[in-house]
């Protein structure tokens, strides 16, 4: 507490500002920007799935649309590794994986109205109050998604967990999105999805599409 009456006395004074100001990179700034053509030497629709485990859904899809290029964003350093190998092996070159917290990079790093879909599969729920820093959705990524994606684009989401689906779905509506009656294609084909489906537990799914 004692470091935030800080912080906000410090901010209130117009000559520590100013002077902060001259050194300070703001957030917008271009320095936190990737540059999807860059990395695939071309440019085309970019789609990305957060949180994207082994990738049994995202080499699926970066396989069915060769015109498309494919972002898999991994916070798990082990998981990575399975998954880049995997993804390495399919052979295709619409398809990068990146090693990091897709928060970073959704609330920093992407251009305004950059990215033609979102994939959210079965995102960890992090039931527990102690534990809340680690859950992934929170109003700023819902209006993060919403900010990054192209007009009409959609974010599509699924979770096993039905608290967590009465929680997330109306966090995304009150960011702008609409809930669009379209299938969620890896509500079914990744490899938590497939696990679910085989032990008949119900799947919570649901498309977000920004209005035009
Ligand atoms: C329950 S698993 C689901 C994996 C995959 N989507 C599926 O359905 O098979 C959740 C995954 O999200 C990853 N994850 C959790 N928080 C993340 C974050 N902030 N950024 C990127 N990945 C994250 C975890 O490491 C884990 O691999």
């Known amino acids: 507490m004692a470091r935030l009456r800080k912080g906000t006395r410090i901010w209130g004074n117009p000559q520590a500002r ?32 957060i949180g994207a485990g082994k990738g049994e859904f995202i080499i699926e899809r970066a396989a069915e649309f060769p015109e ?24 295709i070159d619409n398809l990068r994986v990146a090693r990091m917290d897709a928060r970073t990079l959704v609330n920093l790093m992407l251009e305004e109205s950059s990215v033609s879909a979102f994939h959210i599969y079965f995102p960890d729920p992090w039931p527990k109050e102690r534990h809340v820093k680690h859950r992934l959705f929170t ?21 096993d967990v039905r608290d967590y689906a009465a929680e997330i779905f109306p966090m995304m509506e009150l960011a702008g999105f609409i809930r669009a009656a379209e299938a969620v294609p890896g509500a079914v084909r990744t490899g938590f999805a497939r696990k679910y489906v085989a032990a008949g537990k119900p799947i919570f799914s649901a498309a977000f599409r920004k209005p035009l």
């Open 18 to 49: 100013e002077i902060a100001e001259r050194v300070l990179i703001k957030s917008d700034a271009k320095l936190f920007t990737i540059d999807p053509p860059a990395m695939f030497g071309r440019s085309a629709p970019i789609e990305i799935e």
């Open 68 to 91: 498309r290029d494919f972002i898999a964003v991994e916070l798990s350093g082990t998981i990575t590794r399975v998954l880049a190998v995997r993804c390495g092996r399919a052979g």
């Open 139 to 159: 109003p700023t990524l819902a209006a993060n998604l919403y900010r990054t994606l192209e007009a009409g684009a959609i974010a599509y989401v699924a979770t």
